[in-house]
């Protein structure tokens, strides 16, 4: 009883919620409690529980096996999945048919796998629609894994410019040239393990990892993204934290994903039909389990079967302080979409932190048809162009504006284009903007900063051909009054 408290306790966080939503939680939380692997439960069972425990949870009695994917059921899910992705995936262009590893060309299994890492790079933290005219143009500008390590860093921002998380434009840069002086000069076979490009390849994580190797070398290899977990945990009805990495959600999920691709004949193919599944009909909210290819198969979908036939517990007699739960008295409008989007647990996210900046932007020339940018040297835009930026420290940051702009007011002519509000992934930016032709606005910007800057004049006309974000873009059409002040939600553009 401890141990099973213990695993309640550790993979199924508590929730605040209201009383009667917060059973139904913990209802679904104790299923997955005998899912783990079995050092994780032998760890839980020799562990002493240091606190009384205040709820008494009492576990639902199932054996672990409900969760485990016999090979019966994997075969079943294989061809299942692969026949509805081959006729019914939708068509994008890095998609193209499996060859097996080796057998075409050199030039051509080098540039399938680049396609393949170009693609899973810019489809990190990016939905599709986003990518596709950014992958189309960067083919055009770098069509060749060559061309890429050719390129010079600013080139490369510039083509990346906009699409956000810019890190991934530098590190796919540096695994083009890893690539290029290791293997593809000398012509040698590049590594088909997943160890190795993990390990030596930069940006490559087990995903893309997993993706490359399957995809582009046609070699058995799991991989797990957002989708993935999402369709996996709920074919097998983990509600567990699946995204934290080596938690037992997410090392039940990764086992299972490397059950279903080692039986493949074309692994790749595989996989992307779990991924394809999760982006179009097994979403996060409302899936569309109707048309599911495998929900004969899914765990999720048979409690919502069992709920609108029987309607008494799918969970089995699970007691809460005290008594049953009474299918009947859950607060559930359209058991349709509530139970399968019930899965995966989804882990408490931690606060955005709010940025305040000033954000000058200094014009030259009488058609004022050039502005002052500098290169960012370290930071969320480290490698892009943007005008002079300083962030500011809550109310001792305000006070610093304040004071430098009334020693530079004669002399500033500054005035103020509005504030922008801008989304990065853990930050949201509130940019202040102010429009200068004078002379000595570098002056300004270098008295709030202590120290001088550095840049160079960029003409209007060019601005996006040297590499900027789309930040300075937001702020750079607010001083031109071709974007309104930000008043209400920011951004989620990069």
């Known amino acids: 009883m401890i141990a099973d408290a213990y695993l309640y306790r550790t993979i199924c966080p508590t929730y605040t919620d209201s009383p009667s939503t917060h059973i139904i939680r913990r209802v679904f939380c104790l299923q997955v409690a005998r899912t783990v692997p079995n050092a994780f439960q032998q760890r839980a069972m020799s562990t002493k529980s240091k606190s009384k425990l205040t709820s008494s949870p009492i576990l639902s009695n199932h054996p672990s096996s409900l969760h485990a994917l016999t090979p019966a059921k994997a075969a079943l899910l294989r061809t299942h999945l692969t026949q509805w992705y081959l006729t019914s995936a939708r068509p994008l262009p890095w998609r193209l048919p ?3 590893y080796n057998s075409a060309p050199y030039p051509s299994y080098i540039h399938r796998m680049y396609c393949c890492l170009l693609s899973e790079t810019m489809l990190q933290q990016t939905q599709v629609k986003t990518v596709l005219p950014y992958y189309k143009k960067w083919l055009q500008k770098f069509p060749t894994i060559q061309a890429l390590a050719a390129a010079n ?23 083009a040239k890893h690539l290029l002086e290791n293997f593809v000069e000398k012509e040698k076979e590049v590594p088909t393990s997943t160890e190795y490009w993990v390990k030596n390849v930069p940006g490559v994580g087990p995903y893309t990892a997993g993706a490359i190797v399957s995809i582009a070398f046609d070699v058995p290899a799991p991989l797990v993204d957002g989708n993935v977990q999402r369709v996996l945990s709920r074919l097998l009805a983990i509600h567990g934290d ?37 982006a179009t009909i097994c979403t996060p909210v409302a899936p569309n389990c109707s048309k599911c290819p495998v929900r004969s198969e899914c765990l999720a979908y048979g409690n919502l079967l069992r709920l609108k036939r029987k309607r008494k517990s799918v969970f089995g007699k699970v007691e809460i302080c005290p008594g049953s739960i009474d299918v009947n008295q859950l607060p559930v409008e359209k058991p349709d979409l509530y139970i399968p989007s019930f899965y995966p647990f989804k882990p408490i996210k931690k606060a955005q932190r709010e940025e305040i900046a000033l954000v000058l932007v200094i014009v030259r020339g009488r058609e004022e048809n050039a502005v002052y940018l500098e290169k960012k040297a370290k930071g969320l835009l480290a490698g892009l162009y943007d005008f002079p930026t300083v962030l500011l420290d809550g109310s001792s940051g305000k006070a610093d504006l304040e004071t430098a702009l009334n020693a530079h007011k004669e002399t500033l002519n500054a005035r103020t284009a509005g504030t922008t509000k ?63 002040e930000s008043k209400t939600k920011p951004s989620k553009r990069k």
Not at 262 to 274: F, I, M, T, V
Not at 446 to 468: F, I, M, P, Y
């Open 98 to 100: 499996p060859i097996p």
């Open 153 to 175: 860093e600013e080139e490369v921002m510039a083509a990346w410019a906009g699409l956000g998380y810019y890190s991934r434009a530098k590190r796919l840069h540096q695994a």
């Open 242 to 278: 699946v995204s934290t990495p080596k938690s037992a959600g997410s090392t039940l999920v990764w086992e299972t994903a490397g059950q279903l691709v080692a039986g493949e004949k074309h692994p790749g193919d595989l996989n992307q039909s779990l991924m394809e599944l999760g």
């Open 422 to 484: 801008h989304l990065f992934s853990h930050i949201r930016r509130t940019s202040h903007v102010l429009i200068s032709d004078a002379d000595d606005a570098l002056d300004f910007i270098a008295s709030l900063r202590k120290q001088n800057t550095s840049g160079k004049w960029v003409e209007k006309a060019h601005l996006e051909d040297v590499g900027v974000s789309e930040l300075c873009l937001k702020n750079w059409r607010l001083a031109v009054g071709e974007e309104k």
